[in-house]
Nanobody, 127 residues
Framework: QVQLVESGGGLVQAGGSLRLSCAAS????????MGWFRQAPEKEREFVAV????????YYADSVKGQFTVSRDKSKNTVYLQMNSLKLEDTAVYYC????????????????????WGQGTQVTVSS
C-alpha cells in the first residue's frame, strides 16, 4: 500500500522559512517523479515543484522559482520542499504527489498525471 505522508507545515511570519517533508512508503522515490502542489482557500490546486525520478533534475512554477527548493534523500525515501522568504500568498495546503517516472524524462505539472497523493500539510504565512 502506497502512502505519502507530509509534515513540517505550520504558522510562520512573512519572510520566514519552512521545510516540508514527504515520507514515502510502498514505492521507491527512485522510480517516481515526486511533485509538490498547493491549494489555497477557494482556489484550484496548483503545481509548485517536481523532482525527476532518475537524475534528480527539478522544475518549478514561476511563482516560486528562486524561493523554493525541492530535494530528495533516496536513503530515507523522502522528498523535501525548502521554502524561503515566505509570503502571505504562499498560504495553502501543500500536497506531495508521486508520478511513475517516464523514460522520456518529461516532467509534469498536471494533477491528473500523478498516481498517488498525500493528505496535505497546512502552511500559513502571517504578516
Amino acid at each position: 500500500q502506497v502512502q505519502l505522508v507530509e509534515s513540517g507545515g505550520g504558522l510562520v511570519q512573512a519572510g520566514g522559512s519552512l521545510r516540508l517533508s514527504c515520507a514515502a512508503s510502498g514505492l521507491s522515490i527512485s522510480m517516481y517523479d515526486m511533485g509538490w502542489f498547493r491549494q489555497a482557500p477557494e482556489k484550484e490546486r496548483e503545481f509548485v515543484a517536481v523532482i525527476n525520478w532518475r537524475g534528480g533534475s527539478t522544475y518549478y512554477a514561476d511563482s516560486v522559482k528562486g524561493q523554493f527548493t525541492v530535494s530528495r534523500d533516496k536513503s530515507k525515501n523522502t522528498v523535501y520542499l525548502q521554502m524561503n522568504s515566505l509570503k502571505l500568498e504562499d498560504t495553502a495546503v501543500y500536497y506531495c504527489a508521486a508520478r511513475r517516472g517516464q523514460l522520456s524524462g518529461r516532467l509534469s505539472q498536471r494533477n491528473s498525471e500523478y498516481n498517488y497523493w498525500g493528505q496535505g500539510t497546512q502552511v500559513t504565512v502571517s504578516s
